[in-house]
């Protein structure tokens, strides 16, 4: 649609009959034309009908639909670290706009648009995968569709004259849309969290857009105004602003270089607009899983507070639900020399447990996304004290001791994720995921001469700790507290 825009004041100027121009600055005064207006309109409704078919002969591809190039974007900022990749991308609809306003002024040197399309239609694969303000896990693999109905796309356009050329001096953009769909295949593995987070895209798409919009748009404007002076400095370009200045400017005999302007002209701001839109796109897709922190103090609190609240009486007198968890048994087989003799034996651990998962307290403030009629609410929480304890034996030909086995975790790092709605009332467990457990200090009793093979066991544990056991603990968990969280509502203001 900003090709139009290009394609607009190229014509204006073309159309306009100017006078004497000298290389000193001096305020123009043109005759106005009453069917200028007319003009540019059928201009534009031309440019439109050609959007479907293309123009062969000035190497003007199809754009409605718009098949973009592969686009791959890579964040590393404090917001997110995240690596985006989309591809096959087509964009429909885009020649069904309809011009609402359209207003050139020949004194000024400006004209000024309005567009609205009733909608667009945005198809093609992705690949996402980092995390979100270094808590939130985004990834996912599929096709994704996006629809905006409603649109509406203005904007004003100021030119200025040097002696031989013409130049974009003023653009200023703006951009609308009434609701947006969006549909990801696979976005966080699918399920009730993706499908809820997918449901408030559209919720929570404009604001998030209004709100990082200035800087887009300031940047589009740049863009475009650099590459509208580009293509207004080219060699043919000054040839009809010559033309123009000497008065020997007749439309007809120029109705080549026009058309072979609008062309490349169209086509390549066409293309460059086109990676615009899309990183627009991939940055909303971004922004709509990024946060504005809450900065309601009462608000902070009472999510504060019901986080605290939840995780006591979730985790009070919870016994063998959570604590303790019974843990699965693991086997490893070895080989190693004895006597010269090379022994086969394996390494078990049996009758495990792992303590203290109701030990689990907030770490800071919760994060809190507010949707006005809901909440989303991430915090971060450690475990004050978590220890597993194992049974296990050494056997070498079927015999060997018997051993304890205990395992300390020095840290710990775990995300919940609750939905709540704001004015207060019943929750939901959306995600609970211990990410890691850490700093594990393991002490082994019972090898006696085969101490030896320590390093064994430990390594066993270890590898079970690390990965499974935190796996394991948070489907336990998980299922526990889905059910647990029915029991507390989230309190309103009145709850106060």
């Known amino acids: 649609m900003r090709a139009l825009l290009a394609v607009s004041f190229i014509i204006l100027v073309l159309k306009t009959s100017a006078r004497d121009i000298s290389s000193e600055s001096v ?216 033309d123009i200045t000497n008065n020997t400017y007749v439309l007809k005999t120029t109705e080549d270089k026009i058309w072979k302007l609008i062309g490349l002209s169209s086509w390549n701001l066409s293309r460059d607009f086109s990676k615009m839109k899309t990183i627009i796109y991939a940055t909303l897709l971004l922004c709509i899983c990024g946060t504005t922190f809450c900065k309601d103090e009462e608000l902070q609190k009472r999510v504060n507070d019901y986080i605290d609240d939840f995780i006591q009486k979730a985790t009070n007198g919870s016994g063998g639900f959570i604590d303790p968890l019974p843990l699965d048994e693991l086997k490893k087989g070895f080989e190693r020399e004895i006597g010269f003799v090379r022994v086969k034996g394996e390494a078990k651990l049996y009758n495990g447990k792992i303590y203290g998962l109701s030990t689990m307290k907030r770490k800071g403030n919760a994060t809190v996304l507010n949707l006005d009629d809901m909440l989303i609410i991430s915090t971060e929480l450690i475990f004050k004290k978590l220890n597993a304890t194992y049974k296990g034996a050494l056997l070498l030909n079927d015999a060997g001791p018997t051993i304890s086995l205990n395992a300390k975790v020095g840290r710990s790092q775990v995300s919940m994720i609750i939905i709540a709605p704001a004015e207060g009332g019943k929750a939901e467990m959306m995600s609970f995921s211990i990410n890691k457990l850490q700093d594990i200090r393991v002490s082994i009793w019972g090898l006696g001469p085969m101490g030896w093979a320590a390093s064994i066991m430990s390594t066993l544990a270890l590898n079970a700790l690390e990965k499974p056991v935190a796996k394991a603990s948070s489907i336990k968990v998980m299922e526990h507290f889905m059910k647990e969280i029915e029991k507390v509502p989230f309190p309103g203001k009145a709850a106060e």
């Open 27 to 242: 305020h123009q005064r043109v005759e106005p034309d009453p069917d200028l207006e007319n003009y540019l309109r059928e201009a534009i409704e031309n440019f439109r009908e050609q959007m479907k078919e293309g123009i062969p002969a000035i190497n003007m591809p199809v754009l409605d639909p718009l098949e973009l190039k592969n686009l791959d974007i890579n964040v590393a900022e404090n917001l997110a670290t995240m690596d985006l990749s989309i591809k096959t991308l087509t964009v429909r609809c885009l020649s069904i706009f309809n011009i609402m306003h359209l207003s050139p002024n020949l004194e000024e040197m400006y004209l000024a648009i309005n567009l609205t399309l009733p909608e667009i239609y945005v198809h093609g694969q992705y690949r996402v995968d980092g995390k979100l303000v270094k808590i939130f896990p985004i990834y996912g693999q599929g096709y994704f569709d996006l629809n905006a109905t409603d649109i509406n796309i203005s904007g004003v356009g100021k030119l200025g004259f040097t002696t031989d050329t013409v130049q974009m001096e003023l653009l200023k953009l703006d951009l609308y849309w009434e609701h947006l769909a969006v549909f990801m295949e696979n976005f966080l593995g699918g399920g009730s969290f993706s499908e809820v987070l997918q449901r408030i895209v559209p919720n929570v798409g404009r604001d998030i857009f209004n709100v990082y919009k200035p800087l887009m748009l300031e940047k589009m404007e740049t863009c475009l105004t650099d590459r509208i002076n580009n293509k207004l400095n080219q060699p043919f370009v000054k040839d009809i602003i010559k």
